[in-house]
């Protein structure tokens, strides 16, 4: 008889551990927010999702960042039309990073470091590899809609705890991928939302430019979009107004970076984008606690996470026996 799973979430990380497991198990998603809603309750939406390998890595989070590498690698040399695409991407860094620290060198395809003549100012290392972007307005209900044609089920339903996705989803074993969420079915009160303010701008710009280090800048075109998404910023704000000030701030970051190529943005006319990212103090939770297991506190890395964390899901849960379902 095959296993049932239930899974918490309908976000990037529930999606991808949904296409992963359904393979082999019959899979239910419960969640409040699907692809295609727009609420500010959820981050996935909104993400500016680039994979953009996180430097700051063990060794089992570079390997989930490398399977998710490979399963968007695949998609977007297979179907066009999916929201997923290939970019150049050129990437800075301010502070003491040095190559040695870049440990996915030799995962990005046509990796190089720039000379330093190529360097704008007080930047103090570049490299430029080829990666790809997602608009997460065509992804997500693509990726839906593969599900559904694999079998797996979804309820639209907030659920308060653990046992109520056991009783909805009729599984034994459940899959929390409930982000935010996790603060309270899992009890952990180091989940809490970071807020995240962006905005979209109309333009043919088709490149991938990103600064970290002493600020945290960057332009992300979207597939299919005719524009790009430009950021960036954490705060601990948790109200949903737009701050004015900082859209002149991340237009100016921008034009640095990219010698000037929106200095005729009108920010009266962009699009502001706004969410909250399921954050965690302490990162990344992946780990089996009994009949549960916990896929969750990704923040703004879900789309760099999320096929890889699947994976992870998967391998715990054959490593032991799966029980009987309800």
């Known amino acids: 008889m095959v296993e049932s799973i239930g899974i918490i979430g309908a976000g990037i990380t529930g999606l991808a551990t949904a296409y992963v497991l359904s393979s082999k198990y019959n899979v239910t998603i419960v969640a409040r927010d699907q692809p295609g809603d727009m609420g500010l309750d959820w981050a996935s939406p909104w993400a500016g999702a680039v994979f953009h390998p996180q430097r700051h890595a063990d060794k089992s989070q570079q390997q989930m960042q490398r399977d998710c590498f490979k399963f968007y690698w695949d998609v977007a040399n297979q179907e066009p039309s999916n929201g997923v695409k290939l970019y150049p991407m050129t990437e800075y860094f301010d502070d003491e990073t040095t190559e040695s620290d870049l440990w996915y060198r030799s995962l990005m395809p046509d990796y190089q470091v720039l000379p330093a003549s190529a360097l704008p100012s007080e930047i103090k290392l570049g490299s430029k590899y080829t990666t790809l972007a997602i608009n997460p307005l065509i992804f997500l209900p693509w990726l839906k809609e593969k599900l559904v044609a694999k079998g797996v089920k979804f309820i639209r339903k907030e659920v308060k705890s653990i046992e109520e996705a056991r009783s909805f989803t009729k599984s034994k074993i459940i899959v929390n991928a409930s982000g935010v969420g996790a603060r309270v079915l899992a009890g952990d009160q180091a989940v809490g939302p970071v807020r995240g303010q962006t905005m979209f701008v109309k333009t043919d710009f088709s490149e991938l430019v990103m ?20 950021g960036g910023i954490k705060s ?91």
Do not use: C, W
């Not at 800048?217 to 998404?229: D, E, H, K, L, N």
């Not at 002149?248 to 909250?276: M, P, Q, W």
């Not at 916990?294 to 849960?317: D, N, P, R, W």
């Not at 054959?318 to 029980?323: D, I, L």
């Open 211 to 230: 600064l970290e280090g002493s600020e945290y800048t960057y332009v992300i075109p979207r597939a299919g979009s005719g524009g790009v998404i430009m």
């Open 236 to 326: 601990d704000r948790l109200d949903a107004e737009i701050d004015v000030a900082l859209k002149s701030d991340i237009l100016r970051r921008v034009n640095r970076l990219t010698k000037g190529a929106f200095e005729d943005v009108d920010l009266d006319k962009v699009t502001d984008v706004l969410g909250f990212r399921p954050g965690r103090k302490g990162g990344l939770r992946v780990e089996r606690e009994g009949d549960v297991v916990h896929a969750y506190g990704v923040e703004g890395a879900g789309y760099i996470y999320s096929f890889g964390v699947a994976e992870k899901v998967k391998q715990l849960l054959e490593g032991s026996q799966v029980k009987a379902r309800l």
